[in-house]
């Protein structure tokens, strides 16, 4: 961190600054340039709150130099990490693609959906048991009785599956059924659920807010591996910025930055990131070319008559030209599909 | 709701339309212009769901007519409703100052926080136990011993207390020991918790998304009161922009916004919404004099030692001074401090 | 257009608001719902502010029906239109890539990134003359100095040009030397100057402003389009976010979507949409997988040395292996580069 | 400036870096850290550009110490200036409002408009001859014979006008006859009509853009002082965000932000800020609350035939009514009106 003194700052004031750095156990470092006086903190004393600093008598501002994430960073693994689930490993050459509906409406619509999937090259069934709804009046989801549903079709189909949990009280519960834990976007700052996915082992699907920078992201991914769990899958499912024609603006260029952050896995969200199902294939091939590690698409029977989200879901036969059209570019940048 | 057809969309896509409305129990209203016919649907029946109408063919969107919010409205309940919390009541003419450090740090920081903020004329004592926080790495508040400790203040200075709760399972303990319950920024979202304390008949302030709507906000507070509180208070904090200087940009506008489309108390935080305590005054000004019916300021003994969001706290004598300097912003709106 | 009346709107105010309509030469067409009113204006009258109406009494708000731009749409004109700029064709099979220096600093160093993003497979050059700055104090350009340098390096060259026109009186001296004429995003708004270029018959390549929704874009191109000049290529160049890791959030979703609205060729800037040379090539190839008819690069020979934006720049040799690279991308789309 | 190493860049890395930096006239100065090399640059040497040294070898990134602004800083100029027009002062004690209509329509209605706001209090009359407008099909101003008639109501009301100027070209045209010149948000970076304003010495009224931060603001006020008009008075007039509800979101907190950063005058426009009339007179009182100098504020004799933006204007007897409740805030914050 580095202290900028105001303009004509004391040297009481500087020298009150650097008395309470090293009181930390870390060095200070004085520049002194024609307008204002720079102090860096050197060392590895007790952490300073930056809030503290600027308070004192003449700071006039702190700048962060090191990234606040240690175990997510590319500096601390430099090489990619991947995660496992039963045959699938995400994150390495093969691209993972994760389909099926929003929300588990029925054991036969999960079931008609998990077929299509799997027949178009699908590795991980994904629906929704607690959806989290902007209203108290929309359809919730199947709760437990969605999540007996999916057990059911996993045995019958046979393809990892997963599925959201909202609540820290729900982990145990829905790792008795799920492969991969879902976190939603909207529970990116969920600290007590991040904590709780964290002491499980089970591989966590990592959602980054609508609202968060891809540094929260990282700080949140940072909760979970340091409560013990390694198995983190970043998931960018756009933001919300001043444009209203797309329901969110899904930022593909998080996925080269994250490359070069983090050594995590990072799927793509084209359903929710874009709000619409005509805008999904192009988004889908557009996050394969700048190198994600998957997918992760809504894909209902019958659109038309889905319980949440149907605009943004793709019906079997258009996510089934989808995964066609997708393997060419896979190929391109160095990939399989 | 209104349909809104493609240009050229079939008599039977029309049709199909119309069919699916009246299913549900509505009736549908066409209108045929020169280059589109645009459907509405009148009556009560079953919901639907927007996203069903705007997959079925030839439908180019949805238009939605009627807020989404109902037991949140002022059409629903016309007059201002007001919080009471022991003799203070929040939506009345008087306003109500509530002030306090962010972290609750020691019972010797917290005491004197109080004391001080009661003698300027604060109202309500702030304090946080439960810290959510962005880094893992970070100070996350005292816990259980923090709302002893604010329970032990609390009697000895008499003032009623506000805390945040972070999670369902907490909501219990918290209630035992707080007067009016927090949903901070973070938690809008956090549909779980909304439900636990819209099940508790505690009052409960709720803090605006940094990246959340008005409407949003609206809908978290029917979430609160469909579960059976009416006691809610809204909370202006901040909205996330592209501008840097601040820390969030303090959306002022939505003071009278929220005025003109609910009945339920507005209080404002200049703290959260600035993040420099050099801005909480001219801002706290502001809110008052836009119609607000009350502030959450940070105060802390010695903010340059401050275990979270020094940066933000105002010292007890600047306070005093702030306490002062509203008054007459006060009476200027008709209002009493 | 759809009026909303207020819940509890009087019929002497619902007849007001018919009769103003009626007074512009279009019909009236209401729809009595449980709750609110709704009146659709129908018909080719003169054109009715949606101001004045909601300014009426009794009016909640109004909602737009149609789009309001015409000669950009793709009802208006079905087929992509194409922009042909010497052997050039934009918004064919073939993509186009541009490329080339931020500014024309000398005729060595045009001459040098010339030679080399030709000889990579570039089919236009770029180069500024006129360089808007956020700073008085920074390097604004050659002026026409650097337009002559260009004209020399075209000759020897022999690849059309692009550079930015910044003013009015400045666009008939640039139309004597660029092949194609350049809107800066921070001009997109820049109504006079739009006018000016929409009545030259030069090319223009239109960026989108940092701040400016799609349908912003496409009414800035419908400026120059109704002064009658319709070679009109749009840029997707980045919005400004809340993110700050990238210097924009370029929105590849911008792609499809202008695909679905309007008939004009897009390309893209990687280079301006990210702020650094690293994310140039991922970002690239999502652009053409995202169906993108070409892309806009920044090339310098020292980038360390460049006097704008060098930091986004790419080396030759790194130009040369993104061409390479794009190539399957190309294919894998069903286009040529 | 600060530049940051990368994590284990090679002292010759180092040693490029800091013969860089002498060779500009500046001098280097080392901080070793346990993980980052950082080196400051101190000196008035030839500016050096951030991104030229982004891009040498090893570099991570820089950081900025000094703002960019000078003439505008406060730190240049500690005393808060003024702008004086005919009788009034800009910047002093007394508040200064400016009113009238956004677009001239006839001489009837701005010599209504002006009889009406005159009367009520206002200090200087506006009304727009040439209208930025988002589309080439609404009413772009009545141009130079706008312009006759304002200066004709100006004699007959005695009021000094404030009218936008829109193109370089048009400067000395407009200055023949209003007493401000107002720059749109729309071309708060249009360099070529900042410059020929900054040659001109009429005051200048510099709106912030849309989707511009305050050192962006700060920037465009330093092109016009850069060029020799000192009379420049700032006003913020809304933000874009995510919030649809309000046109834009007015950020009263940039009002006690550039009271620190800046000495010149700021003025808030609460009627583009809000986009509605009934957002107005809150926003007007939280805006003199927080320390504006002033108001510009839209005032129409019938809003609901306004050839622009009647939607947001006030009409005569409200804004009576809201002059009338300004003077005790004005008196609260010590200001008179």
Known sequence: ???????????????????????????????????????????????LDHEQIERMSGVERTVPILRPFKL???????????????GCVIGGEQLIVMAGPCAIESKA????????????GAHVLRGGAFKPRTSPYSFQGLGEEGLRIMADVRQEIDLPVITEVTAPDLVP???????????????MHNYALLHAVGESQRPVLLKRGMMSTIEELLMAAEYILSHGNSNVILCERGIRTFETYTRN????????????????????DPSHGTGKWSL??????????????????????????????????LKPDRFADLMANLAPIAQAVGRTL
């Open 109 to 120: 619509q999960l079931g008609e959906a998990a077929r299509a999937v799997k027949e178009a």
């Open 249 to 268: 603006t899904l930022d593909i260029s998080a996925v080269p930055v994250l490359k070069e952050l983090t050594h995590l896995p990072i799927v793509v």
């Open 173 to 187: 519960l829905v790792t008795t059924f799920a492969n991969i834990l879902q976190i939603g976007a909207r529970n």
């Open 72 to 86: 997510a960073s590319r500096e601390f693994h430099p090489h990619n990490s991947v995660v496992k689930i039963n």
């Open 280 to 313: 999904v294939e192009p988004m889908a091939k557009a996050a394969i070319a700048a190198g994600a590690d998957g997918l992760i698409i809504e894909v209902h029977p019958r659109p038309e008559e889905a319980l949440s989200d149907g605009g943004q879901s």
């Open 1 to 47: 961190m580095i202290v900028v003194m105001k303009q004509g700052a004391s040297s009481t004031q500087i020298s009150n600054v650097v008395a309470r750095i090293e009181q930390s156990g870390c060095s200070a470092h004085l520049s002194e340039g024609e307008e204002r006086t720079i102090i860096g903190i050197i060392g590895n004393g007790r952490p």
